[in-house]
């Protein structure tokens, strides 16, 4: 969470990191701009080791909502934060089969400040796992909502997997998506495969300017093993095609 102080926007005097839930405390009389953001969700786990269960599928996690909003404040005002952490799951033991759990809800509220301030960014859902054969639409980690700002902005989503044809070996995961930072969030990149392929492939996460990289492979018979590339703060990541 990040607290920009001045006399008026785009003039800053100063800028506040807020890492820790606390009661944050205007030092002066003045505008600041906040930007509030949830965690993000934890992407899945899937280790399987057992060659009848075959295809794999971990996808990954929504980013956190992104709420922000200018404020005028007087030197004193009380304001109370939240600071929600990223999800985490500690289950990773070998052959084990999770899902990612959420982030959590950050918060800016105001205690004793002129104007009612009410600034709510949850946090972004888990990605799921799954460790079978079959033929499979799965979503990935929704990303979170965000209310009470000049700006609210829901979290790019984790990639999405797709699996159609056969059911040969199709091993898949994918990265997760991004927060807004300038008015748009990000998915991480979606992977796709079809046919009688055989694929062990992983996907890019988003960055704050472009989507994770996409994979699809829709050729009969081919086998690929590789990734994509992650969003970055310039541009999208590049998708890749199996013909």
């Given at each position: 969470m990040a607290v920009l102080l001045g006399s008026k926007p785009p003039l800053i005097f100063k800028e506040y990191t807020l890492l820790t839930s606390q009661t944050w405390t205007a030092p002066a009389t003045g505008t600041i701009l906040v930007t509030c953001t949830g965690g993000g969700g934890q992407g899945g786990i899937c280790i399987s080791s057992d060659a009848l269960n075959g295809s794999r599928k971990a996808r990954g996690g929504g980013a956190g909502g992104f709420s922000q909003k200018t404020i005028p404040v007087k030197a004193g005002d009380t304001f109370t934060v939240v600071v929600g952490a990223g999800g985490r799951n500690a289950d990773t033991a070998p052959n084990s089969t999770t899902d990612g759990t959420s982030g959590g809800e950050s918060t800016f509220d105001d205690a004793t400040a002129i104007s009612s301030i009410a600034l709510d960014s949850n946090g972004g859902v888990g990605g799921g796992a799954v460790a079978q054969q079959a033929i499979d639409t799965l979503a990935g980690g929704a990303g979170g909502t965000a209310t009470g700002g000049d700006l609210n902005v829901a979290g790019g989503a984790g990639g999405a997997i797709v699996i159609s044809g056969?059911?040969?070996?199709?091993?898949?995961?994918?990265?997760?998506?991004?927060?807004?930072?300038?008015?748009?969030?990000?998915?991480?990149?979606?992977?796709?495969?079809?046919?009688?392929?055989?694929?062990?492939?992983?996907?890019?996460?988003?960055?704050?300017?472009?989507?994770?990289?996409?994979?699809?492979?829709?050729?009969?018979?081919?086998?690929?093993?590789?990734?994509?590339q992650g969003g970055g703060v310039t541009r999208g990541g590049e998708s890749l095609v199996s013909a």
């Open positions: 056969s059911n040969s070996t199709k091993d898949a995961a994918t990265g997760g998506g991004s927060a807004s930072v300038y008015g748009i969030a990000f998915a991480g990149g979606a992977a796709t495969i079809g046919g009688n392929a055989e694929a062990g492939v992983a996907t890019g996460g988003a960055g704050v300017f472009g989507a994770g990289g996409s994979f699809v492979q829709n050729g009969a018979n081919d086998i690929f093993l590789g990734g994509t």
